[in-house]
């Protein structure tokens, strides 16, 4: 009995080995992926934030494995659209009435950072008051905007692969584009995990290279992207533009950029779609 029992333990063993090969192992969650856009500002066609933030969702859920969340009119009123998110992306205006430094925000998002969880701020989300704000991002991010010491002129401006080699850089080459650079960010001096994505020579007058997007891994394990345009909605409509962010969001969310870069297909509709009525 004994020896027909051990029989039927194995034979038991080598059926469940059998149907786990076949069904395989269970899909992981897909990343979620939290993007805040922020309220309307500026004239048509800038700062078009949830416009913006729509159509780059549109493009990271053309990727496999992500969950793509847009959060309208700035931070959200329930702390739980956090919850389980793999990366958070700030789209909004900043300064000394950014949205990030209101109330308790700092520090619910400083726990969320702690658990490794994803960071990317575009264009005026990177402004933060330097006593509020700024040594946070210095951590989770890499580096914030700070006035008066940085600057932000708009320019025309050829813009520079710096770091082909790093997973963001897939699928997308320098490119041109009229936009409100900001440049003269404030960085951590010698900072042995800062990349600089992409490079432009500024200012016109005086030029030398300038980060305008980077990239970081922080010692919690998570990451953190910068990136200093996203002025004018049009801009969504460079393909190399668009691919270059969509790569650092999945990025941040440890979701895996293809050997050619991230999909990120839209049509002249997409960039129409969702404007704020200015």
Same mark, same amino acid.
């Given at each position: 009995m004994a020896r027909e029992r051990a029989q039927v333990s194995k034979a038991a063993r080598l059926i469940a080995l059998l149907l786990a090969a076949c069904w395989g192992a269970p899909a992981a969650p897909p990343a979620k992926i939290v993007l805040v856009?922020?309220?309307p500002s500026h004239a048509p066609g800038e700062h078009e934030f949830h416009a913006g933030s729509m159509l780059l969702a549109k493009c990271l859920r053309q990727n496999p494995g992500v969950d793509a969340i847009v959060v309208q009119g700035g931070w959200p009123a329930d702390d739980s659209?956090?919850?389980?998110?793999?990366?958070?992306? !700030?789209?909004?205006? =900043? #300064?000394?009435?950014?949205?990030l430094a209101a109330g308790d925000h700092l520090a619910k998002?400083?726990?969320l950072m702690k658990r490794g969880v994803g960071l990317a701020c575009l264009h005026y989300a990177l402004e933060v008051p330097g006593d509020h704000g700024g040594m946070?991002? !210095?951590?989770?991010? =890499? #580096?914030f905007y700070r006035r008066p010491y940085s600057q932000n002129p708009v320019n025309d401006l050829e813009l520079t692969q710096d770091a082909p080699a790093h997973p963001i850089s897939?699928?997308?080459?320098?490119?041109?584009?009229?936009?409100?650079?900001?440049?003269?960010?404030?960085?951590?001096?010698?900072d042995k995990?800062?990349?600089?994505?992409?490079?432009a020579m500024l200012p016109k007058d005086a030029p030398q290279p300038e980060t305008?997007?980077?990239?970081v891994e922080r010692a919690d394990g998570g990451r953190g992207f910068g990136f200093t345009g996203g002025h004018y909605h049009r801009n969504w409509g460079l393909e190399d533009q668009r691919r270059m962010v969509?790569?650092?969001?999945?990025?941040?969310?440890?979701?895996?950029?293809?050997?050619?870069?991230?999909?990120?297909?839209?049509?002249?509709?997409?960039?129409?779609?969702?404007l704020d009525p200015k």
């Open positions: 856009a922020g309220q659209l956090f919850e389980g998110a793999s990366s958070i992306v !700030l789209y909004m205006d =900043g #300064g000394e009435d950014h949205p998002l400083g726990k946070e991002l !210095l951590d989770w991010i =890499g #580096g897939r699928g997308w080459d320098g490119f041109r584009s009229t936009d409100e650079w900001y440049y003269r960010i404030v960085f951590r001096k010698d995990r800062l990349v600089p994505i992409l490079t305008v997007a980077w990239a969509v790569n650092a969001i999945l990025w941040t969310a440890k979701v895996e950029i293809p050997a050619g870069g991230a999909k990120c297909d839209i049509t002249p509709d997409d960039l129409k779609a969702n």
